[in-house]
């Protein structure tokens, strides 16, 4: 090859790679590079950063309210996931069959997941509103006791939990849903003629032959719940008395509100080391019990 | 009929019965914030009724008074857009350079694309405000846009379908003299369609939603979007739920109406990325 050839190979290279790597090394290397710096400093954001090695780190992994704001992250997704995952599994299952309107609900469950966090988190602080919200409204009305939601450090988690899961699970519902299109036919026909009862054929054949779809769920759902933050930020504030503080709530509030952004910044890296394995963890499992068809 | 028919058809009108319930479960929210900002302020004390007496805009008023809301509106959604598209454009671009053209280090470089879609927001705000600050792109679109101009997520999804267009076509046309811009924009673009859809998708919901960054990043209600401009409002009157309810409304309105007219493309593109 010429000279000249090679170079215009170059150019069609660069032309072609330039519009993203650009944006993408300003706006997301350089900031990351630059956080692993700032986590190995004390900083207020305003006076000169000072050094202070790993101390960051070790002050964390030390101190008891990470290991609360990380205890609050794993109470969310250990009662959001199994909501929206057997909620959207069976909502997928019904709207599979014929049935008279399926295509108008399945757009009405799947409305919330176009909304934002925030609207969501609104209209569920109102509805959950302790003395004259809907719900609570309702509870009484049929005798039940009606809690505090998010004013009691008790059930302002619940209540976040309840308003995640009321928002995606139109989402885990059309995934399911597409995983279930993609099984076939003939292999439920012919566990039916081999006299498989209704049961037998889910837990047997369609739980199985679903499984990349769950695990795409549940990957997915850890990511997200664990970076959790727009609807605590608006329904609680991480209160009442930081009964309902999550990770990335915590990294906002050191930041912006206590002044130690280097502190703010090695918590984001323990996060996403946390992210990281238990993502690969998953990944390494699936072997045992995902089946690609 | 027989006992077993009998038991089949109680069973799937229960069946019926628990998906129209839950229907209203998720429609009525939406109902019930219309209603509560068309209700006056003073019977808001005891909760709203479902028909409410004496409707009013009141909320609707103050809401206006407080925030330039249609701006609001407007920057979202123009964010989202432009967001979409320098997406699609840097995206479709990306993924055929990485699917067509060789060059030495490509996998080397394609993973350092997919490091930066495993780094969540939360790592990158800091720095990235000071960066904003240093930049004196504090509190403008441009912050704004900045870290979604181009996104690993798209170029990675956009590969695998420009991977699936059969190379043939490409030298056919490079015999009749075409060079790689015109292949990209006259037979990959076209083809990749149904990507396109889905990373469009995904982009845009992604700004729409998108609450942590502008929260960091803006400052003058100008600049704001439906997101923070809400979030701003239930800072201001917490206990006006009519009012809040009403900036509600005026978020979920648009996004409403661009649901309806592209639902089956939006639902398509969920189901999309589960498959794979």
Same mark, same amino acid.
């Given at each position: 090859?010429t ?18 790597? !650009?944006? =993408? ?16 400093h004390?900083w207020?954001?305003?006076?000169p ?31 959001y ?14 709207l599979?069959?014929?049935? &008279?309107?399926? @295509? ?136 009442? @008395? ?19 952004a280097?502190e ?11 992210? /990281? ?17 | ?12 009108? =229960? ?8 229907? !209203? ?41 407080? =925030? ?10 123009? !964010?989202?857009?432009?967001?979409t ?6 995206g ?21 694309? /997919? ?24 509190d ?19 590969r ?11 030298e ?5 003299? &075409?060079?790689?811009?015109?292949i ?59 009012v ?8 979920? =309105? ?13 639902i ?9």
């Amino acid at each position: 090859m010429t000279a000249r050839a090679r170079w215009r190979k170059a150019g069609w290279v660069l032309f072609f790679l330039a519009p993203s790597a !650009v944006p =993408l090394v300003l706006f997301t290397a350089v900031p990351m590079v630059s956080s692993v710096w700032v986590s190995l400093h004390q900083w207020n954001l305003i006076s000169p950063m000072k050094w202070v090695g790993l101390d960051n780190y070790r002050t964390l992994l030390t101190d008891p309210g990470t290991r609360t704001v990380f205890l609050h992250t794993l109470m969310y997704c250990a009662g959001y996931l199994p909501l929206v995952f057997a909620g959207g599994l069976g909502l997928a299952l019904v709207l599979n069959r014929k049935l &008279a309107g399926r @295509s108008f609900f399945r757009a009405a469950y799947f409305l919330p997941v176009v909304t934002s966090w925030v609207v969501v988190a609104l209209v569920w602080k109102w509805l959950l509103n302790p003395t004259n919200g809907l719900v609570n409204t309702l509870l009484g009305a049929v005798g039940l006791p009606q809690p505090g939601w998010w004013t009691d450090p008790n059930w302002a988690l619940p209540a976040v939990i309840l308003s995640s899961a009321w928002k995606d699970l139109g989402f885990v519902m059309v995934i399911m849903l597409a995983g279930l299109q993609a099984i076939p036919q003939d292999v439920l026909e012919a566990a039916w003629a081999d006299g498989a009862n209704g049961w037998q054929r889910f837990w047997r054949i369609t739980l199985p032959l679903l499984s990349p779809s769950t695990f795409f769920v549940i990957v997915i759902s850890l990511i997200n719940g664990f970076q959790v933050f727009d609807q605590v930020y608006v329904m609680t504030g991480g209160g009442p @008395s930081g009964s309902s503080q999550v990770v990335v709530g915590q990294i906002y509030d050191l930041t912006f509100r206590y002044g130690r952004a280097g502190e703010a910044s090695a918590l984001s890296w323990i996060l996403f080391a946390v992210i /990281l394995l238990i993502t690969a963890v998953q990944i390494r499992g699936q072997r045992r019990w995902v089946h690609y068809a | 009929m027989g006992p077993r028919r009998r038991q089949v058809r109680a069973l799937s009108l =229960l069946r019926y019965a628990a998906v129209l319930a839950g229907a !209203v479960v998720m429609l009525f929210p939406f109902l019930w914030t219309v209603i509560t900002s068309i209700t006056p302020e003073g019977s808001l004390a005891g909760g709203p009724t479902l028909v409410v007496e004496n409707p009013t805009l009141a909320a609707y008023r103050t809401l206006l008074d407080t =925030l330039p809301m249609w701006r609001i509106v407007v920057n979202s959604l123009w !964010v989202a857009i432009a967001s979409t598209l320098l997406q699609l454009i840097t995206g479709s671009m990306a993924a055929y350079g990485f699917a067509r053209l060789p060059f030495r280090g490509k996998n080397v470089v394609f993973a350092l694309y /997919l490091a930066t879609l495993m780094v969540p927001m939360q790592v990158l705000v800091v720095p990235l405000f000071i960066e904003m600050k240093a930049l004196n792109l504090q509190d403008t679109y441009m912050a704004l846009l900045a870290p979604s101009i181009a996104s690993a997520f798209g170029v990675f999804l956009l590969r695998q379908a420009v991977e699936s267009v059969p190379k043939e076509l490409d030298e056919a046309a490079t015999l009749d003299g &075409a060079g790689h811009l015109r292949i990209f924009v006259t037979i990959i673009v076209p083809l990749i369609r149904p990507a396109l859809a889905t990373v469009a998708v995904f982009a845009f919901m992604g700004s729409w939603n998108s609450f942590l960054w502008p929260l960091v990043v803006i400052r003058s209600p100008e600049f704001m979007t439906l997101p923070l401009g809400l979030a701003t409002l239930q800072g201001q009157f917490t206990t006006e739920w009519d009012v809040v309810m009403a900036g509600s409304v005026f978020s979920i =309105l648009p996004i409403a109406v661009v649901y309806l007219l592209a639902q089956r493309h939006i639902i398509a593109g969920v189901a999309h990325t589960g498959i794979k």
